[in-house]
């Protein structure tokens, strides 16, 4: 089985920031790869599909890359309804442990 | 507009089963599979698998194989997550969330909550 991993697993950042995570699989998904967002109580919501699609209606500020083993979702700067935590997730499969974004 | 709606919350004791229901409206339901998420209180999203909602084929992940089986009502545009024998550890809210052709979950339902406790 594939496993997905994520780094870091928490971050506390300022409005405005520019954050990265980072997201890796054990062995080659190709683009294969999906970022969702989940607030307290709330669905996940998907952002990125197939490592670098935007989702329509997800703000330009949330961009995807990568292929193979290792992908980025970054935020170029940080609003305050980002604050949430971050899963990736090869499609139709595992999610990783996930990131949560804090405020500093 | 595209809404996935599920049951509500249970509370069930341990040993009972639990049957959680994802009413999908505004897409034509057996165009796209649904597949079914796990998330434990303070824990991340464990995905459980997925049934094609064309065939009825349900495909189970690693640890949800036997007690959890997921099954459809195309009628109603309708599908179950069951769980039997349940225990402790299946407090969770249970996400249905619809996929497209190539795996990535475009909407979600707004989860149930199953509590089992004596």
């Known amino acids: 089985d594939i496993q997905m991993t994520q780094s870091p697993s928490s971050l506390s950042a300022s409005v405005g920031d520019r954050v990265t995570i980072t997201c890796r699989a054990s062995?080659?998904?190709?683009?294969?790869l999906n970022w969702y967002q989940q607030k307290p109580g709330k669905a996940p919501k998907l952002l990125i599909y197939a490592a670098s699609s935007l989702q329509s209606g997800v703000p330009s500020r949330f961009s995807g890359s990568g292929s193979g083993t290792d992908f980025t979702l970054t935020i170029s700067s940080l609003q305050p309804e980002d604050f949430a935590t971050y899963y990736c997730q090869q499609s139709y499969n595992t999610f990783g442990p996930g990131t949560k974004v804090d405020i500093k | 507009q595209v809404q996935l709606v599920q049951s509500g919350s249970e509370l069930k004791k341990p040993g009972a089963s639990v049957k959680v229901s994802c009413k999908a409206s505004g897409y034509s339901f057996t165009s796209y599979g649904m597949n079914w998420v796990r998330q434990a209180p303070g824990q991340g999203l464990e995905w459980m698998g997925w049934?094609?909602?064309?065939?009825?084929?349900?495909m189970y992940a690693q640890g949800f194989t036997g007690r959890f089986v997921f099954s459809l009502d195309t009628s109603v545009s309708t599908a179950y997550l069951q769980i039997s024998s349940l225990k402790a550890e299946d407090t969770a809210v249970y996400y249905c969330?619809?996929?497209?052709?190539?795996?990535?979950?475009?909407?979600w339902g707004q989860g149930a909550l199953v509590t089992v406790s004596s």
């Open positions: 969330a619809r996929a497209s052709s190539t795996g990535w979950y475009d909407y």
């Open positions: 062995q080659s998904i190709s683009s294969s």
């Open positions: 049934i094609n909602t064309n065939t009825g084929n349900p």
